[in-house]
């Protein structure tokens, strides 16, 4: 989960049934937003924008900023095409382009999906797999962009497997050279596998801005008494 994306677009087309004489779908008054001079839109710290009485289901043109290099793909058939490097906020942010069909979220939570592949090893972190009952007191996290604290300590967001948030912390450390970052270890997370967010907090716009991902999971621990295992071994002869 990447939250507090940059977000803006524009639709370019309603829907037309094609099995009901071609009747038009598109529902709603708003056919762009975050644009003409506007602020653009954040999806927030669950990653989720939701933009009421917009165009739906309609055909759009969605713009979202990315902290971290998504790739240059430039065929719209393979997902989200590169646009630009803009100076955002205070740092270099890549800009992407997706178009498609975006349905009713409140009907069907049919979204258009923001993707970003990232063929990069996967960000250092202290631990990714913890045994209920014998946590650690806390989690280092290496980050893809440089850590501030200029407006206050980073965050850190952790979702389930629905995408919903499950816990927060507030960073105790950063590193001097900005790349890592130490957070008391979520100790209220029941056995599961979990994602994770970093997110800067920053002085202007959406007041975060996403600094890292990683993994964690969460395991119990079981003792069976007695001797329920057994090794056997036996010879066997090739001819």
């Not at 933009?51 to 979202?64: G, Q, S």
């Not at 008391?184 to 997110?199: E, K, M, N, R």
């Amino acid at each position: 989960m990447v939250p507090n994306i940059p977000v803006w677009g524009n639709e370019t087309g309603d829907y037309y049934d094609p099995n009901n004489n071609w009747t038009d779908l598109t529902k709603g008054s708003l056919g762009y937003f975050g644009n003409n001079a506007d602020p653009p839109a954040s999806t927030g710290s669950n990653g989720l924008l939701i933009v009421n009485n917009a165009l739906a289901p309609a055909f759009w043109d969605i713009y979202f900023l990315e902290p971290w290099n998504c790739g240059y793909n430039t065929d719209p058939d393979q997902g989200p095409i590169f646009e630009d490097s803009p100076y955002y906020e205070g740092s270099t942010w890549w800009e992407y382009k997706a178009h498609g069909l975006v349905q009713n979220y409140y009907t069907n939570k049919a979204a258009a999906v923001l993707d970003c592949y990232t063929y990069d090893p996967l960000l250092n972190a202290s631990t990714r797999f913890a045994i209920l009952g014998n946590l650690p007191n806390t989690l280092t996290l290496g980050s893809a962009i440089p850590l501030t604290t200029q407006y206050g300590m980073p965050l850190l967001y952790v979702y389930d497997n629905t995408g919903s948030i499950v816990a927060t912390e507030t960073a105790t450390n950063v590193s001097s050279s900005g790349t890592e970052v130490t957070f008391p270890f979520p100790s209220s997370l029941p056995q599961s596998g979990y994602s994770l967010a970093i997110v800067n907090q920053t002085g202007s716009g959406v007041g975060f801005a996403p600094a890292g991902t990683n993994l964690l999971s969460v395991a119990s621990s079981q003792t069976i008494a007695g001797n329920p295992f057994g090794v056997a071994a036996g010879g066997l002869r090739n001819l």
